[in-house]
């Protein structure tokens, strides 16, 4: 630590502007992935080509800010609760969200800016990516100060898999009842292919840990027959479903869906929780006060929804005033997801412009990330910080952070990449 700090400012925040020492055991963290999938070349397959996948360092957080952002997620857990609420989601929603089957969600993902005046909830994911790696990733932590040699004393991470087991087999009595279901698949477009194949992997061997077979399935090789859905011809009783298609529309995904809509199989996360939480349009709803204070929301409840930033709908009506005051926004589709197709105010251009408003996006007062200095090379650079809380039900799983560069998280960032989150 170089400079004097006002006594005023966060430990949090001194630390990660200063603290720049190397948490992450690489070795502990490769041998834990190797003995969880029960592949010695896991690390030298999977996670070596992905070079920015985990950073070295991790992010600290204050107790205040976890405690605001729990506020924050079961306001709008209570919101979506609300008929009004419920009403307006779905107007704009598929048919197919309209369907009830009971599950409320898997791993839905609450991502958050640390602005100076609290944290912001830019989105909510379902179908949210990295649970099971950030679950690891924390576990292969090493103390090089006494601050994180605390945080390392409450791991949070140590109740991650009870939890998970738990909030599947809770999906299922949702829809089905008691027992446990026999078969899941883990469905995606093409699995083998995307970024984060390496936690279907992790995700299959738990459910096998558990005692439920599984499979990592390609969505467009799903077949539905005879009352059955099937993946490599055996029937599937579940699905943890990371497709982007949300309401199951393409024509590859057919079958899934034809399953879906008879409760032949339970899928988790579904189109009905995409809806209610996760399309960009919903952010208006969260953030219009009169709107949640007609369908009933409480004093508490909106104080809490403060959290999110004011949203609205991009039309022909606001475009001018929107474009005017494009610098202190943020630019969003309603469907996105993965940060793909989102602009930051100030760098939208004319050509972009003219696609924004053609329709189909929501705009969001800008909510700056934080930033955690690292060191590269021997010299200080900062990140941006994303915090993402992994929830279901209300309850969370893991907390996580992503430090990247540019307007959106990725993983190309040198640095950068998923880092844990250690309360202080």
């Known amino acids: ?16 502007r200063e603290c720049f020492c190397i948490t ?14 029960g592949d010695p070349e896991f690390c030298k397959t999977f996670i070596g080509p992905k070079t920015h996948l985990f950073s070295n360092v991790p992010v600290f957080l204050s107790e205040a800010s976890v405690s605001e952002m729990l506020r924050t997620v079961h306001a709008v857990e209570a919101a979506t609760r609300l008929p009004g609420y419920r009403d307006a989601a779905l107007s704009w929603a598929p048919e197919i969200a309209r369907h009830d089957f009971g599950p409320v969600g898997a791993f839905m993902g609450y991502d958050f800016h640390l602005a100076a005046e609290g944290p912001k909830l830019i989105e909510v994911n379902t179908n949210a990516g990295g649970a099971f790696l950030n679950a690891l990733l924390a576990k292969a932590q090493r103390a090089c100060c006494a601050e994180v040699a605390v945080a390392l004393s409450r791991p949070e991470a140590d109740d991650f898999e ?3 087991m738990r909030m599947f ?20 477009d ?17 459910f096998e840990k558990n005692g439920i077979d599984a499979v990592i399935a390609d969505g467009d090789q799903l077949r539905y027959e005879r009352g059955k859905l099937l993946a490599e011809g055996q029937p599937i009783d579940l699905v943890y479903n990371r497709l982007v298609d949300f309401s199951f529309g393409n024509a590859e995904h057919q079958d899934l869906r034809a399953a879906y809509l008879d409760g032949a199989v339970v899928v988790t996360p579904n189109p009905r929780a995409h809806a209610l939480y996760a399309d960009k349009r919903n952010l208006a709803l969260l953030s219009d006060r009169a709107a949640l204070h007609s369908w009933g929301a409480s004093p ?10 004011h949203t609205v709908l991009v039309t022909s009506d606001n475009a001018q005033e929107l474009w005017r005051t494009r610098k202190y926004l943020f630019f969003k589709p309603a469907g996105g997801y993965g940060s793909k197709a989102v602009y930051r105010g100030d760098k939208v251009t004319k050509g972009v412009w003219a696609e924004i408003i053609r329709g189909g996006y929501v705009a969001q007062d800008f909510a700056a990330p934080s930033e955690r200095m690292i060191e590269l090379d021997g010299s200080p650079e900062f990140r941006k910080t994303d915090v993402r809380l992994y929830v279901y039900n209300g309850d969370v799983l893991l907390t996580a952070a992503r430090l990247y560069q540019g307007q959106t998280t990725n993983f190309r960032t040198p640095g950068g990449g998923f880092a844990p989150v250690f309360v202080i």
Not at 2 to 16: I, K
Not at 194 to 203: K, N, T, V
Request: charged content about 25%; some cysteine; aromatic content about 6%.
């Open 24 to 37: 992450l055991d690489r070795g502990a963290l490769c041998q834990a992935l190797e003995r969880e999938v």
């Open 300 to 309: 508490q409840m909106l104080a809490d929804l403060a959290g999110v930033p």
């Open 162 to 164: 009870p939890a998970v």
């Open 1 to 16: 630590m170089d400079a004097p700090t006002p006594a005023t400012t966060p430990l949090s925040e001194v630390l990660n």
């Open 169 to 188: 087999q809770h999906e299922w009595e949702l829809q089905k009842g008691q027992c446990i279901p026999r078969r899941i698949a883990i469905v995606d």
């Open 190 to 206: 093409r699995p083998a292919e995307q970024y984060l194949y390496p936690e279907f992997l992790l995700a299959r061997r738990f």
